[in-house]
């Protein structure tokens, strides 16, 4: 299962929707912020195929409004229900963002995601500040979608707008939390990851996906002793176990514990083996030389700026490397240039003062085959010639070269 099969979808817990009635929990406390996600039941098809009219089944609200009857239907796990009351509260009221957000839920819920971007995306041009739009759009783009820097660019800005909104609930604070967490550790912004963990954390101490989310951003922050206490501590949480093993194997690894770490590595891959497949590690003389036929393969442009440039190959990207930047370079970087860009005046004494590397272990961690392996090494290598030539990563990204 992959991280965000991990997820767990929040708009499923009762805790997470503004007029839901509490469930009786006795003494057992508030409900633990978690995300199992939502299952894809009745799936819309591919887009373009042919597809048969099937017509919602009227709204039994059972004396209730069809808004209040779609919630309820919605919080027993009845998405079907839930989305033929949540479409006749927006029929009777098409001006109510509430009923709109109510309709994405429930299609985000029954895997229909199109349509559930359409219903978010008509309650937040109703109403920017509908909370539980906020929520449901934030998850179907940062959690439930495939992930792309877009579609968590556009779950941060949810799932952020929601957080500083004065009208949001309290209660829905720690899942907005959660959400934004999520997405920013996804865009490699880990002081804000750690940052919005802290505010679920501070509401919910046991949240195992806050905990989850605090250990990768520690991990991405370089800092590596609180990170490998935090990763330990989610070893024996079966739905964690497998990222666990794996972050700890990264830590012991770049300790030089190599046996260690491989035995953590094993027990990820045999938790989650498509996860975590073996990695096509060449040898280090190998990758050498594929590093070296990529330079030759250059446009001649590029080969030109590379002229006193050198290209060399890494086990793993030094901790000096990592904390020469604020914030830190993550410690799974692929590659590294070193130095000003090209018309950049050198500083220091060092000769030359420009230089590419890239990581032999993070880059074969990065694929599943020796053929992608070289595309990768090829990309990576595109990837830091653009900061030799003064592009940012920002730019670098919108090129397709992230």
């Not at 990207?317 to 604020?326: I, R, V, Y």
Request: proline share 8%.
């Amino acid at each position: 299962m992959s991280r965000r099969g991990l997820l767990a979808l929040c708009l499923l817990l009762t805790a997470c929707k503004r007029n839901a009635s509490a469930p009786d929990t006795g003494d057992a406390g508030p409900p633990e912020v978690s995300a199992v996600k939502a299952p894809a039941a009745n799936a819309a098809p591919v887009e373009g195929a042919s597809r048969p009219v099937q017509p919602l089944a009227v709204c039994r609200a059972q004396g209730s409004s069809p808004l209040d009857a779609a919630r309820g239907y919605y919080d027993g796990g009845h998405f079907e229900e839930a989305l033929s009351c949540a479409a006749q509260a927006a029929a009777l009221e098409p001006d109510l963002a509430a009923a709109h957000a109510e309709r994405g839920v429930a299609l985000a819920a029954l895997g229909r995601e199109p349509e559930a971007q359409l219903a978010f995306a008509r309650a937040l041009a109703i109403d920017p500040g509908d909370s539980d739009a906020l929520l449901g759009a934030a998850h179907l783009y940062a959690v439930q979608l495939p992930s792309t820097r877009e579609r968590d660019e556009l779950g941060t800005l949810y799932a952020e707008r929601g957080l500083s909104h004065p009208g949001t609930p309290p209660e829905l604070i720690p899942h907005l939390a959660l959400v934004a967490a999520m997405a920013f550790n996804d865009l490699g912004q880990a002081e804000e990851a750690l940052a919005r963990a802290a505010i679920v954390l501070a509401r919910e101490p046991g949240s195992r996906e806050a905990l989850y989310e605090r250990a990768l951003a520690l991990f991405e922050l370089c800092r590596f002793s609180e990170a490998k206490t935090a990763f330990l501590s989610l070893v024996s949480d079966a739905e964690r176990a497998a990222h666990a093993h794996q972050h700890l194997g990264l830590l012991l690894e770049r300790e030089g514990k190599w046996k260690q770490a491989q035995a953590h590595f094993e027990k990820a891959r045999s938790l989650a083996p498509e996860d975590f497949p073996t990695p096509p590690l060449p040898g280090e003389d190998a990758f050498r030389v594929d590093v070296a036929r990529a330079v030759s393969e250059l446009p001649v442009d590029m080969r030109s700026d590379l002229e006193g440039v050198p290209v060399t190959a890494e086990e793993l990207p030094s901790e000096s490397d990592l904390l020469a930047n604020q914030p830190p370079l993550s410690p799974t970087i692929l590659g590294l240039f070193r130095g000003p860009p090209l018309g950049a005046p050198c500083d220091g004494t060092e000769t030359p003062c420009r230089s590419v590397v890239l990581y032999r272990r993070n880059l074969a961690r990065a694929v599943r085959t020796p053929a992608e392996l070289r595309e990768q090494i090829r990309v990576t290598l595109l990837h830091e010639i653009g900061h030799l030539r003064g592009e940012d990563d920002e730019e670098l990204a919108a090129r397709g070269l992230e």
